[in-house]
């Protein structure tokens, strides 16, 4: 009677392993991906990972099938939980945007920290951008915005895609270099930021360039006032540098999944990333973001953001203050 006992269990643990190993091995197959987007339909993050998605399906495999998720909310808070939470099988995924997904827990709590998501890898370097209604009446360069606020302070309006954000942040850095104050409005995406910056709702929008690709366009409703970068990427548009102010702010985006992702799983998607990174196609498909195309590994882009955060840290109480 014992032996015959030990026999099933050992047939049920085997039987268990089998099971276990088939749906193991069918990933990504067997049931859609889910990549979680913390913003609004219709910013940058949200349009660069649809078009990625559709690429990353051919490079994992014929039957992969990739949807989009959006769970705008908290400057990306909700979304991060999500994936947090999430069982670590390779079929939830979350869209990570650097600075706020490190920068919210050091300055309040959160219902994550960024030890939670496992890194896959990093995908642009995108600098912040100062956009303005072409049209309006408000200052047309960094320089007169920085004397009317030192003048009138909090009498010129900037949204932004949440608080600890990128374009928040940069905003913090120019109020604390300069010694002014404005008036910051949060929203869920720079999607909504640019609709609100069209209905003159507010004076300015600070969002990332891949988000406004069409500056350079005569027929633009916008018109470009600082890139946040060293170097200049838009013709138009003058670098804080240029205008003598040395504030460099910049949204990375990557991919991350719920920690205790499977190592196979994780490099089989670091993989496929970088082949699409590198197809023309995608290129192509992608070409408001190549500027701004800037891969690294999910183990060198953790050690990277450890440096960040130290970087991130004189920011706190300025937000706390808010």
């Not at 039957?63 to 808070?77: F, S, T």
């Amino acid at each position: 009677m014992k032996k015959s006992k030990l026999a099933m269990g050992a047939i049920i643990v085997v039987a268990g392993m089998a099971i276990s190993s088939g749906v193991w091995a069918a990933w990504p197959n067997d049931k859609p991906i889910e990549i979680v987007v913390g913003f609004a339909p219709g910013g940058g993050t949200d349009t660069m990972t649809r078009t990625l998605s559709r690429f990353l399906e051919k490079k994992l495999g014929n039957e992969a099938r990739i949807v989009v998720i959006n769970k705008p909310g908290a400057g990306g808070e909700l979304a991060a939980t999500y994936v947090a939470r999430s069982k670590p099988d390779g079929y939830t995924l979350g869209m990570v945007n650097v600075p706020g997904f490190i920068f919210m827990p050091m300055y309040r709590e959160t219902t994550y920290q960024p030890e939670d998501l496992s890194l896959i890898a990093r995908l642009v370097d995108d600098p912040s951008l100062i956009i303005a209604k072409k049209g309006s009446s408000v200052p047309a360069d960094l320089s007169s915005i920085i004397k009317r606020l030192s003048e009138a302070p909090g009498s010129l309006s900037f949204g932004h895609a949440g608080d600890g954000t990128t374009g928040h942040i940069a905003l913090l850095q120019l109020e604390k270099l300069k010694k002014i104050k404005s008036t910051p409005i949060p929203f869920k995406g720079a999607g909504e930021g640019k609709m609100s910056l069209m209905g003159q709702h507010i004076d300015y929008a600070i969002i990332t360039q891949s988000e406004a690709p069409d500056l350079e366009s005569p027929t633009s409703e916008f018109i470009g006032i600082a890139l946040a970068s060293k170097k200049r990427k838009l013709k138009s548009t003058p670098t804080t540098l240029d205008e003598g102010i040395n504030i460099f702010t910049s949204s990375e985006r990557g991919i991350g999944g719920p920690k205790g992702l499977p190592g196979d799983i994780n490099a089989k998607l670091q993989t496929a990333i970088a082949e699409v990174m590198q197809d023309p196609e995608y290129l192509q498909a992608a070409k408001n973001d190549v500027p701004v195309l800037s891969f690294m590994p999910g183990k060198e882009w953790e050690d990277h953001l450890s440096k960040s955060r130290k970087e991130l840290e004189p920011f706190i109480p300025l937000i706390k203050k808010k």
